[in-house]
């Protein structure tokens, strides 16, 4: 095991990287110092401890002492491009931005097996809860036959604030002055961060890659205080669940708004906590809790990553195989509720069983089944208003 001391260069400074750089400088039974950090915007006047500040990439990049580079930006192209440099010129990497990670996984999986480099990404999915250490290691000798977690904390911050009472417009503002929602959170609204995550747990659980695009994803933009309510009437609250589980030695894999039980561990997941529950063949269901999001929660997992490299880990991808199950395209039907405008009547056809339909206040509420690739013409068609939540099956 090796335990030379690792020289780092960080790209970004802000909300993670100054979470990271405070606990590294707090921790001293780390073995690793950062020499360089660098960000965009000169003007910024910043505190960087130690470490020299530089706004030029090549700066680290070509600096034969960094063996390591940790990747905190919102720049995905930028993040991208130096993850293949750093792992091309010999260095480990560490990022947090789950959209490169998902969406350039098979690439990033062959560039480490190739140059025998590791990139490491624990904070990128469900920020403080060491889920990705816990597939790579536990669970890496279980069949997993099941994952799914409420994965985004701007989401779930926004349900649970709408549940004490809050609008989601105040709620959203609240998130982003607590530093877990971005500035533009449509990819969080949409649902596409928890299907970035779901892709890269997808990986580590089964061994299956897939691009993101190819798995179903709904979010909660349409949400309305009549969900909240109808949810309330049923005893459930929503959740943002992204989910995939093995059926018939495929997977299926979605996000999708849920009705949840109140009297299910997932109606405790509050705020910005994130919940992942992994159902083993042999060991059963596990569930696992933290904090998804936020400077120090997403700093620690960015400083675990950095303490398993001080050890000379990396990620195994031992499921990953020609031989991994394959993503389904059978025509699965989900039991929903949808809310509409009572103007697109004729999506009531979509469905092939209906069991209530209730009209008032211009909307209506239809529950009952439909086939996936139904229910994804029928929102891909640009409409607004319409709401999807799934019924309970948790
Ligand atoms: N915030 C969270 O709770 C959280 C949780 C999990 C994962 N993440 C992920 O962590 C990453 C960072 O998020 P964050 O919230 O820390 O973002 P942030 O607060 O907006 O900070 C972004 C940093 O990136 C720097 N940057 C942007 N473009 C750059 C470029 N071209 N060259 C050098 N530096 C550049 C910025 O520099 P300036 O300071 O000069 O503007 C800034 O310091 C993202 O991938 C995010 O998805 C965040």
Redesign the pocket.
């Known amino acids: 095991m090796s335990t030379s001391p690792l020289t780092i260069g960080t790209?970004?400074?802000?909300?993670?990287?100054q979470g990271f750089l405070e606990l590294l400088n707090a921790n001293g039974g780390t073995a690793a110092q950062v020499k360089h950090v660098?960000?965009?915007?000169r003007q910024?006047t910043?505190d960087v401890g130690t470490a020299r500040l530089t706004?030029e990439?090549l700066d680290i990049l070509t600096d034969e002492q960094v063996s390591t580079i940790v990747e905190?930006?919102?720049?995905a192209d930028?993040?991208l491009d130096v993850i293949r440099k750093a792992l091309l010129t010999g260095r480990n990497a560490i990022?947090?931005?789950?959209?490169?990670v998902a969406e350039n996984l098979a690439e990033l999986i062959a560039l480490q097996r190739s140059t025998g480099r590791s990139l490491l990404y624990e904070?990128?999915c469900a920020?403080s809860i060491p889920v990705l250490h816990a597939l790579e290691t536990h669970f890496s000798g279980e069949r997993v036959e099941r994952i799914e977690g409420i994965l985004n904390?701007t989401t779930n911050y926004i349900l649970t604030r709408m549940e004490e009472g809050a609008s989601p417009e105040d709620a959203l503002r609240q998130a982003q002055e607590q530093?877990?929602a971005?500035?533009d959170p449509t990819a969080d609204l949409r649902g596409d961060d928890a299907r970035y995550k779901l892709t890269i747990l997808m990986a580590h659980a089964f061994g299956t890659v897939v691009e993101p695009k190819r798995i179903f994803r709904c979010g909660i933009r349409q949400l309305h205080q009549q969900d909240m309510d109808h949810a309330a009437s049923i005893g459930c609250v929503v959740r943002v669940v992204a989910s995939a589980q093995l059926v018939n030695g495929k997977v299926t894999a979605r996000v999708l708004p849920t009705f949840v039980p109140r009297n299910n561990a997932f109606a405790q997941v509050r705020h910005e906590y994130n919940a992942v529950r992994i159902t083993g063949r042999h060991s059963g269901e596990h569930l696992l809790q933290g904090k998804g999001?936020?400077?120090l929660p997403?700093g620690l997992a960015v400083l675990s990553d950095v303490q398993r490299l001080v050890r000379g880990g990396g990620y195994a991808y031992a499921k990953v195989s020609k031989d991994a199950p394959v993503l389904s395209d059978s025509q699965e039907r989900l039991s929903i509720y949808l809310r509409l405008p009572e103007t697109h009547q004729e999506a009531i056809q979509h469905f092939d069983q209906l069991h209530s339909i209730e009209a008032g206040d211009g909307h209506i509420r239809i529950t009952g089944t439909i086939a996936l690739a139904e229910l994804a013409e029928l929102l891909g068609q640009g409409r607004d208003g319409f709401q999807v939540i799934a019924l309970p099956h948790l």
């Open positions: 790209f970004g400074h802000g909300c993670v990287g660098c960000v965009k915007d910024r910043r706004y990439a905190l930006t919102n720049d930028l993040a990022t947090a931005s789950k959209k490169v904070a990128s920020a904390g530093g877990f971005e500035t999001a936020g400077r997403t």
